[in-house]
């Protein structure tokens, strides 16, 4: 058991946690995201498909990791900040743009994503004060990389499959 303080620990691998899983129920051709987007390119929606799927996943990661080393502090500063810009451009119409209108969930989900993503943002120098000297760079299996690798790629790909209309 580590000396860093539990409470923001956990506090933010569970903030971490409800981000992935708000975020797991806004993957294109979904029940909540039902907009298509034939307007961009397909390497345009692929790369925001697997930017959205890695943050998905490595938050989830990084949650378990959080929650038992307190590790990575850089990290979670990183996804709450990538959270707040995904669902901002979403709401105010900027990227993407969809040939649908935004359902009323997505857009309730996503202001939820946005507050969900503060306290992550919040704990971040709280965990950097409590040991400035925690690892940034995370190990991890090649297994592990393997597999996420898989998952990553098959989720990118049925969301923008999804997304092209």
């Given amino acids: 058991m580590t000396d860093r303080p539990l409470l923001p620990r956990r506090m933010t691998a569970l903030f971490l946690l409800l981000s992935a899983?708000?975020?797991?129920?806004?993957?294109?051709?979904?029940?909540?995201?039902?907009?298509?987007?034939?307007a961009y390119p397909p390497i345009i929606l692929a790369a925001f498909n697997l930017f959205l799927s890695g943050l998905g996943l490595g938050s989830l990661a990084l949650a378990a990791i959080v929650w038992?080393?307190?590790?990575?502090?850089?990290?979670?500063?990183?996804?709450g900040i990538a959270y707040v810009a995904v669902?901002?451009?979403?709401?105010?119409?900027?990227?993407?743009?969809?040939?649908?209108?935004?359902?009323?969930?997505?857009?309730?989900?996503?202001?939820?994503?946005?507050?969900?993503?503060?306290?992550?943002?919040?704990?971040?120098?709280?965990?950097?004060?409590?040991?400035?000297?925690?690892?940034?760079?995370?190990?991890v299996s090649p297994a592990i990389w393997i597999g996420g690798v898989l998952v990553l790629g098959t989720i990118t790909a049925l969301a923008t499959r999804a997304a092209l209309g």
């Fill in 21 to 38: 899983l708000n975020l797991a129920a806004m993957v294109p051709g979904g029940l909540v995201e039902t907009r298509s987007f034939p």
């Fill in 68 to 79: 038992r080393r307190g590790a990575g502090t850089i990290w979670p500063l990183a996804a």
């Fill in 87 to 139: 669902y901002t451009l979403d709401l105010a119409a900027l990227f993407p743009i969809g040939a649908q209108p935004m359902p009323r969930l997505l857009m309730t989900l996503e202001a939820a994503g946005v507050f969900l993503a503060v306290p992550v943002i919040a704990a971040a120098p709280v965990l950097t004060r409590a040991d400035p000297l925690a690892p940034s760079v995370l190990r």
